[in-house]
């Protein structure tokens, strides 16, 4: 095959009231230019848009419409008696004229367009494409979306001008036996000719990491056969023996292979030659029970959703090397997986695929409704349009070994029956890979399908139904993460069916950060961060605007915390197939989701590195089963110790160091029994008892796990408080309050001191308490809980708090959100501060999502009067089971008492009166002097 660019200059022109095809523009020479590959937003072609979208970022140059190219082609003279046709890789809705000659008419959206022009005779021809970027028989899902890559318009990728002989070789499809170290190829021999020919056909393979280095050209072996081709197109199957030393591809060593397609034939006195080749990988991707398996290996998804979002361009890269440096960071930190959300990558992101060894899922561009054609109101072209999208990506991707998965869609519903056909026809079209339904069908009533060979669902209808750990509160019940007591022992083993395919957990995580306003400057491409700038323009309007980065980082370690617990539970799941974050990085649309630890760019936002995120997220992880993650010096820490091994073999003899600090402080360590750890599987390694006696109470410890002879670790931590506490004698009387009341008012009036832990009914101005940060984005779920007529969720990010204040002495706490907070948050009304002077800041404020802002507050302290108050949203008193809350109660106490509790922010008596009502609740105890540990108060 003769291949010739076409990409340059083309001439151009926008088309917004789509009367060229009506005027016969192909007949006239378009006045703009443009330059291709490219799209009309990259060229700024059209109107500058001035709006400001709040629930995705911005296309400065949005097209939805008609855009023409043009350009003359140069047919060769040696092209004369060749076939001609036009190749583009990636585009819209086109339709293509030679000259006024209307050559028809494409609408994939996933694979290239390519247009049969046939023998032509040499010259100069008018090519004119007119693609159109509103005419899809579907919505196209994120194909298509302003959410993620937007509905751009252009040609993207290669351009060509392809010509080849009259008998020729076409779509090689290689179908490897890993097992049997040989491949089957089909391929379909095109004979253009009037009349029959003897073909000689060879096959070489050539190493194809050799090829890519210059040097694997150096045949691996010949075999030849001899067809006899008729006119018209022919099937073709051969069967090639690749030889014992072959290697096979996986995520650990992506080994890839290219074979060598020759032909010549001899028709009519002329010679046709033709050669074509393919590259592909030696893997049988399986299951085997409910685990996935690889060349009969164990795997484990450890995956994250992707939806070609790119904010410079708009669209997915089309280079190898683009998309090697993107999954190069993916798997930096962890990820073997990539699933496509209704959309597929393009040629380069396969091949990258290919080469780093990560298993992709691309999606049929579609997120709806499949139908049977005796459903009323039955639709077609829609039907039509999906079964050939999801052909053409199959013929177009089939043979990249990282074409692992595929399913038809996201949260379909409507006809079981349709998708069972078509799955049916995709998988005896191409049986290379794993198929299912799609990707949390019917999520609303989840039900396995056995026409599917996996299943990606968030619940399974059984037992508690669970298999991931966050839910918006459109999806009640929430997951463990918000709803049950922190520890490390939960998995999903009693909510998995009795079905004997894997089970993947979808979309898990959705742990909202903060916006980094730092970021609005990235956006120099075709996509602007508007949003960020409303965004920043609320928090400033609110008065806060000189904590962003703070809240920030602090709710970034946070969603850090939760991601950590969500993809270890899924470790900790025995044959579990694996997990699909949404995601490691942010999502822009959708409401705007700042859900990753990195940013659309994949650029790390400085929440965690990547080796320590692999610590939890990694082929083999060490994890320890922790009932709980607070103690008294009086209790034993047990923890049961296990090791996820989903590497490339089996461990012999492995020990696991371990150690429990303070800091630097040792408090015991230990090494386990030498373990056979079998390859696939979550094995016990041993059990650990320490007692906490010999911490310095109260103090956060490490528990550091170390499989010896490695860098492979794992860390947990562990707060520990007194049993009981020893007081020192208070520096100052203090009293400790249930009601903002007369009385309260009177103590303060009289220059007294006051630790005020209001019962819960008395917070008349406040924001439910939660740990968890707030799931995908507060606005989107806020709209769809209004809808349902369901409760919002509370859509805070954590707390922001000054560490080193004096009043978290006796209660050892990062800046941020950490396990020991989560019954103090769980219980409590953050206090809504909007009214309060602007310069007021909380000592623990509870940070608020970028479309509410308010100033919330957990303790808050302030002169009131000639006295100083000290205010605490949370239900301390009801919750002193709880060794953290008692702590907290005591640390307050001992701020409360000492001569360091000296607001010096004042406030009226009204203002507290805006936040607290009186008359809740009646209670007028009051306590002096020396704190009280366990107190008995009334409810």
Not at 445 to 469: C, I, K, L, Q
């Amino acid at each position: 095959m003769i291949i010739e660019s076409i990409a340059g200059t083309w001439r151009f022109s926008l088309d917004e009231a789509k009367q060229g095809v009506d005027h016969k523009w192909y007949n006239e020479r378009l006045q703009d230019h443009i330059q291709l590959p490219g799209t009309t937003s990259e060229h700024q072609k059209g109107e500058y848009n001035t709006a400001r979208e709040i629930a995705h970022l911005t296309e400065a140059y949005p097209l939805n419409g008609y855009a023409w190219y043009q350009r003359e082609i140069e047919i060769k003279a040696e092209w004369a008696s060749k076939h001609i046709q036009l190749y583009v890789e990636r585009t819209r809705v086109t339709h293509v004229w030679i000259g006024d000659e209307l050559q028809g008419m494409q609408n994939s959206v996933s694979a290239p367009h390519i247009y049969e022009f046939g023998i032509m005779a040499p010259g100069m021809y008018t090519l004119t494409i007119l693609v159109d970027n509103s005419g899809l028989p579907i919505k196209g899902g994120h194909m298509t979306s302003p959410d993620t890559q937007t509905n751009w318009n252009g040609l993207l990728g290669r351009i060509e001008i392809q010509a080849s002989d009259l008998i020729r070789i076409d779509n090689v499809q290689a179908f490897p036996d890993a097992g049997n170290k040989s491949v089957q190829l089909r391929f379909q021999v095109i004979n253009d000719t009037m009349g029959n020919a003897d073909a000689n056909l060879s096959i070489a393979l050539a190493d194809m990491v050799g090829a890519i280095q210059g040097n694997g050209n150096a045949a691996a072996g010949v075999k030849t056969a001899i067809i006899r081709s008729v006119p018209g197109i022919q099937s073709v199957e051969l069967h090639y023996e690749l030889g014992e030393d072959i290697m096979l591809w996986d995520e650990f060593n992506p080994v890839l292979y290219r074979l060598l397609v020759s032909l010549e034939a001899n028709a009519n006195g002329q010679t046709y030659r033709n050669e074509q080749s393919v590259s592909f990988g030696m893997r049988q991707f399986g299951t085997e029970g409910t685990q996935f398996t690889n060349n009969g290996r164990k795997v484990f998804l450890r995956g994250k959703h992707d939806a070609l979002a790119f904010p410079l361009t708009g669209y997915a890269p089309m280079t190898v090397e683009e998309w090697v440096k993107v999954l190069s960071v993916a798997k930096s930190y962890g990820i073997n997986h990539y699933r496509f959300h209704t959309c597929c990558p393009p040629e380069a992101g396969f091949m990258a695929a290919d080469l780093l060894g990560i298993y992709f899922e691309p999606e049929l561009p579609y997120w709806g409704a499949f139908q049977d054609p005796a459903d009323e109101g039955y639709d077609e072209a829609r039907s039509d349009y999906l079964r050939e999208e999801g052909l053409r990506i199959l013929k177009a991707y089939g043979n990249h070994p990282s074409f692992a998965l595929f399913t038809l869609g996201n949260e379909l519903h409507g006809s079981r029956n349709a998708m069972s056909s078509l799955l049916k026809e995709y998988r005896e079209q191409d049986n290379r890979r794993l198929y299912a339904e799609g990707a949390n069908n019917y999520f609303w009533a989840p039900a396995f399908s056995e026409d599917s060979d996996f299943w990606v669902t968030m619940r399974t209808g059984h037992g508690e139904s669970m298999v991931r750990a966050s839910f918006s509160h459109a999806d009640l019940p929430l997951g463990h993460v918000q709803g049950s007591y922190p520890s490390t022992v939960t998995d999903y083993r009693d909510n998995l069916p009795d079905i004997q395919v894997p089970t993947i957990s979808h979309e898990i995580g959705q742990y909202q950060s903060f916006p980094n306003f730092g970021e609005i400057e990235k956006y120099t491409g075709v996509l602007k961060a508007r949003n960020f700038e409303v965004f920043r323009e609320r928090l400033q309007a609110a008065g806060m605007l000189d904590q962003a980065d703070q809240f920030f980082r602090a709710s970034g370690q946070l969603a850090v915390i939760c991601y950590r617990e969500e993809i270890e539970a899924a470790l900790r799941t025995p044959g579990f197939g694996g997990f699909q974050l949404l995601d490691l990085q942010d999502f822009p649309g959708q409401g705007t989701a700042l859900v990753g630890v990195l940013d659309a760019f994949m650029d790390s936002k400085g929440f965690i590195e990547p080796e320590k995120w692999r610590e939890f997220c990694s082929e083999i992880v060490l994890l320890a089963r922790i009932p709980k993650f607070t103690y008294t010096t009086e209790e034993t820490l047990v923890a049961e110790l296990e090791i996820a091994n989903y590497g490339s073999e089996s461990l012999e003899a492995v020990q696991l160091e371990w150690s429990l600090k303070q800091g630097d402080r040792l408090i015991e360590a230990g090494v386990t029994a030498a373990k056979h750890v079998r390859q696939g599987t979550l094995e016990d390694v041993g059990t650990l008892q320490i007692d906490l006696s010999a911490a310095e109470a109260p103090a956060k410890l490490t528990l550091a796990l170390k499989w010896k002879g490695s860098d492979v670790t794992n860390h947990y931590p562990i707060w520990v408080y007194p049993s009981a506490q020893v007081e020192a004698k208070p520096q100052a009387e203090f009293h400790l309050r249930r009601s903002f009341d007369q009385e309260t008012s009177d103590i303060l009036e009289e220059g007294g001191r006051v630790l005020l832990i209001p019962h819960q009914e008395q917070l008349s101005s406040h924001i439910d308490g939660a740990f968890a940060s707030d799931f995908w984005c507060y606005p989107m779920f806020r709209s769809i809980c209004e809808g349902k007529d369901a409760a919002p969720a509370p859509g805070t990010l954590g707390i922001l708090c000054d560490e080193k204040h004096p009043v978290f002495k006796a209660f050892p706490t990062e800046f941020h959100s950490n396990w020991q907070w989560w019954p103090i948050l769980i219980h409590s009304h953050s206090l809504i501060l909007d009214k309060w002077p602007e310069a007021f800041r909380p000592l623990v404020q509870v940070i608020d999502n970028f479309e509410r802002n308010h100033k919330l507050g957990l303790i808050v302290e302030a002169k009131v009067g000639k006295g100083s108050l000290l205010i605490c949203a949370s239900d301390l008193i009801g919750q002193q089971d709880k060794p953290e809350v008692r702590q907290l109660l005591h640390s307050l106490q001992q701020y409360a008492a000492s001569e360091e509790f000296n607001p010096s922010f004042e406030l009226s008596y009204d203002q507290i009166r805006s936040v607290l009502d009186p008359n809740a609740v009646g209670e007028r105890e009051t306590h002096r002097g020396q704190a009280v540990i366990n107190p008995s108060y009334p409810n």
